[in-house]
Each structure stands twice: as C-alpha cells, then as structure tokens.
C-alpha cells in the first residue's frame, strides 16, 4: 500500500490531437485516451494536504467505474466483464465471478441493496440484494450502455452510443426508448426530480428535459467537443465535462452554458480530457482525467485546487461515500482512495 499526501502543484501540458473524439471509442476496440486541463477562473488555490492510498485491487485490467453505497461496501467494473467488491472500504478486493465477458462501463447504486451495471451490446444487471446476485435484464437494445441515473428503486434512465436513451419506471423489469432526435453518441445523464434532466455526449451536445424525458431539447454550447459528464445539484446550477479540458458551467439550468475551459496557451498544446465531475454539495465538488489527476474546490467552482499525480493511470470512474472520502479507478487496476481534511473540518455534516 502507497499513501500520499498532496497539496496544490502546477499543471503539465501534453502535446495536442483532435478535439471532440469520444474516448468511449478506443476503449472498445482495447485503448482510451484521456486528458484534462483546469478549470480557468481563478487557477489553483492552496488546501489542506489530501490523503490518497493507492489499493490492491488485485487485476490489472481497465478499471470504468466505482460506486460505493457505504464507508465499507464497493463495486468496481471494467474490460472483459471484470466485477470486484470490497466490504472493507477497499483495503481488500474481491474479483466477483465473471458473468460476461464484454466491457462493463457503469456500476451504480440507489440504496445498499439495489444496484445495476451497464455495458457493451446492451448489457444490464441488475441486484436486489447488495450484490449477491447479479440478474440481467432485457434492454432491446444492442447499443454498448455508458450511463445510468436512478431517482428511486424504480425510475431511472440509461444512455448509451447512437444516441440511445432508455427509461425505465419498474425498476429494470421493463425498458423503453426515449426519442433523442440526435445518432451522436451520449455518456453522462442526470435528473434532479421525476421531470427534469439532462444529457451529455459527443459534439457537443447537451440535451435537456422537462416531461421526465419524453422529449428531448439541444441547449447551446457552441463547442465542438465531446462531454462525458454532467451533474446539477439543483434546478438551476450545473457543470459539464469533457474532451481537451473542457468545463462548462451553467447557473439558470442550462439556458446559457458559460465556456470555463483554460486557454490552449503558446506554444498551444494538449489539455488533457476531463472525464468526471461531481459535487457533493454546493461548495464541494471533485474532478478526475487522464494521468491519475485529481480536481478539488471548497468553494463552489470559484478555485480549483490540483494534486500531484500518486498514480500516472487516467482515471475514469469516481464515488463518495461521504463529503471527506471518495474513490476513483482508472487504467491498469488502478483503484485510488482520498479523504480531505479540509472537508472533514469545514463542511457541515450530511443531511
């Protein structure tokens, strides 16, 4: 086990290649090339050191997601049908026999018991019982499946490449198209009720809903490139992700997405892709990418603060389990753990 502690460092630059490619398609086919750059505001601030142990997970295959529905119980997913678990918050993993061979890219929870994971041609499990069983489930679709937001035991969407959207309001038992009106493909999805969400993907796009999903509108980036994820903590406030350092922010729910990607600079060169966003409440929030870097502000977006990289893997996949301590996983096995002393100390607790 390596533990590293981390403050605010400078950034690299990588050479540059074509904005606006989706990553998701190399790493069908065996590779996936990520990068990222800062969000430009204000640059980085200086935070209190974060903790982060890099954990055996035991494979060294392509790890895409991570999700933990407590301090002490995980799921991790990835290339050729790998399915890991830990019930001691990652200082032991366990390969869970395989029941696919194809790439699993989403592993997501709603409570302690009910859980899925998506994947290539279609593919959906589903788990009643924390994981025991993983039981699949009919999507009609052969599209491979890159994200998934549930509101309840009951309702959630997937989305998926060309332009897939499925819905479901029984839980998985039964899954519906949703009409996109779009073949580009999409990655990330998320909804703050039963009515309204949005959707993330390649071009681009970022397509929003007011009816739950039965229709489907374009807001305007003007950006060609490709988002992975999204996340709204409320109605109004909301942060998209993407290729070349792309941060878009947006205050009134998506009517006027504000461009915060950095400045290519001279000589210009490659800012890597960022590949999740999340916030755990207003101030909060956390990004990964490419070549293990890790995005942390305290105040809303305001500043960004970044860390020395503990691993060189890009990263794909990030969870919290509370406000201080999160996960993220990535290439070559790679399974990180972090906590913030700064959260730890200044946050309110958990609703």
Same mark, same amino acid.
């Given at each position: ?14 050479? *540059? ?58 799921? #991790? &997913? ?39 994971? %998506? ?11 924390? =994981? ?14 890159? =994200? #998934? ?33 779009? @073949?580009? !493909? ?8 039963? *009515?309204?969400?949005?959707?993330? =993907?390649?071009?681009?796009?970022? %397509? #929003?809903?007011? !009816? ?16 992975? !994820? ?12 993407? @290729? ?5 922010? @947006?205050?009134?729910?998506?009517? *006027?997405?504000?461009?915060?990607? *950095? ?13 999740? &966003?999340?916030? %755990? !409440?207003?101030?909060? $929030?956390?990004?990964? $990418? ?18 020395? #990289? ?6 794909? =996949? ?11 996983? $990535? ?21």
């Amino acid at each position: 086990m390596k533990i590293f502690l981390i403050s605010a460092a400078g950034w690299r630059d990588y050479p *540059r290649e074509r904005r606006g490619r989706a990553p998701w398609y190399g790493m069908v086919i065996g590779m996936i090339f990520f990068s990222m750059t800062l969000y430009p505001c204000t640059g980085l601030s200086s935070s209190l050191p974060i903790q982060i142990v890099m954990q055996n997970s035991g494979t060294q295959v392509t790890l895409l997601d991570i999700h933990f529905q407590n301090a002490k119980k995980g799921w #991790a &997913v990835g290339s050729s049908g790998t399915m890991l678990h830990t019930q001691d918050g990652g200082k032991s993993w366990l390969a869970i026999p395989r029941r696919t061979n194809v790439l699993l890219t989403t592993v997501t929870f709603v409570n302690e018991n009910e859980g899925w994971i %998506l994947g290539q041609n279609g593919t959906i499990f589903h788990s009643v019982d924390g =994981g025991r069983k993983w039981l699949p489930q009919y999507s009609g679709t052969n599209a491979t499946l890159f =994200g #998934a937001f549930f509101l309840d035991s009951l309702t959630g969407w997937i989305v998926g490449s060309r332009g897939t959207i499925l819905f479901t309001q029984d839980g998985g038992a039964t899954w519906d198209d949703q009409p996109s009106e779009t @073949t580009a !493909d999409l990655f990330g999805v998320q909804f703050v009720d039963h *009515r309204i969400g949005w959707v993330v =993907g390649a071009l681009g796009l970022i %397509l #929003a809903t007011s !009816d739950g999903g039965k229709h489907w509108s374009p807001q305007a980036t003007n950006s060609p490139a490709t988002f992975f !994820d999204i996340t709204f903590n409320d109605k109004t406030s909301g942060w998209a992700v993407g @290729t070349q350092g792309t941060i878009f922010q @947006t205050l009134d729910g998506g009517k *006027r997405w504000v461009d915060h990607t *950095r400045p290519c600079g001279s000589p210009c060169v490659k800012p890597p892709d960022l590949v999740k &966003v999340t916030f %755990l !409440d207003g101030i909060n $929030g956390w990004i990964i $990418g490419e070549r293990g870097i890790l995005l942390q502000t305290a105040d809303g977006g305001f500043t960004w603060s970044e860390s020395n #990289a503990a691993s060189h893997a890009s990263l794909y =996949g990030l969870s919290f389990s509370d406000r201080s301590h999160g996960w993220a996983v $990535g290439e070559q096995g790679t399974i990180l753990s972090f906590q913030n002393p700064s959260t730890q100390k200044h946050s309110p607790p958990s609703p």
